[in-house]
């Protein structure tokens, strides 16, 4: 059977980089100094060879100023994994996920229970120059078992350090907790279910009719 997008979300304060980010890892585009604030969502589809397999992901780049957008439940639909991106420059931009996060949490589906997983990044390492840094790494990590991510990765959009990591991670993870099947099956239960109801309403009908 055709294998169905993965679809990721990308979301974090205005300025952070996630624009850069999939630019880069996407189209290989050269970083923009000044680049422009993305209006409501874009998505690109991309098609990645991982560990020896084709995946088609879909990404969706969600604008800093959607947080608190009632369009975010759309723009979240049917996500396997969240990325969260922070500005390794801007510490108020690593505070604000906790925010981010309680509002993905209410609208992100769970297959069988289990939930998708919500990875950190932070950006901009160019600007630090603490890429691969003990400590960092180590805050990262207490940051992430506080507030429930499953991990933090470090990257920079400009350098293109750690970018095809970021993807990786999050991919390894939902297909490590068997989401693409599980989403998969629960929608194909959808359909059938809708299907017996457009059967009931068309008996329901004929026998009105007769
Ligand atoms: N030095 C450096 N600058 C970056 C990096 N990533 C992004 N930038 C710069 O940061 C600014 C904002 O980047 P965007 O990708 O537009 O930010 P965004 O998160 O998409 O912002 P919104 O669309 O408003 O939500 C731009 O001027 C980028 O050039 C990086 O890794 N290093
Ligand atoms: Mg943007």
């Avoid at 995946?55 to 604008?63: G, T």
């Avoid at 510490?91 to 209410?106: A, D, T």
């Avoid at 990786?168 to 279910?193: A, C, G």
Wanted: glycine letters at 6%.
């Amino acid at each position: 059977m055709e294998q169905n997008y993965i679809k990721l979300v990308i979301v974090g304060e205005s300025g952070v980089g996630k624009t850069q980010i999939l630019n880069s890892y996407c189209f290989g585009l050269a970083p923009q100094a000044a680049s422009d604030f993305t209006i409501g969502c874009d998505y690109v589809l991309k098609r990645v060879l991982l560990n020896g397999k084709f995946l088609k992901l879909q990404i969706w780049d969600v604008s800093g100023a959607e947080r608190e957008s009632p369009l975010m439940k759309i723009y979240l639909k049917g996500a396997l994994g969240i990325v969260f991106v922070f500005d390794a420059t801007n510490e108020m931009s690593r505070q604000q996920l906790v925010k981010w996060q309680n509002i993905v949490y209410q609208y992100v589906d769970e297959y069988n229970g289990r939930h998708i997983p919500f990875l950190i990044v932070q950006n901009k390492m160019d600007l630090v120059q603490q890429y691969e840094d003990q400590n960092q790494q180590q805050f990262l990590q207490q940051f992430c078992q506080t507030f429930g991510f499953f991990d933090g990765v470090q990257c920079s959009a400009f350098d293109n350090q750690g970018l095809k990591n970021v993807f990786e991670t999050i991919v390894d993870e939902i297909i490590r907790r068997d989401l693409v099947e599980l989403q998969q099956k629960k929608n194909e239960s959808k359909i059938s279910k809708l299907q017996i109801e457009d059967k009931g309403l068309k008996l329901k009908q004929k026998s009105r009719c007769s």
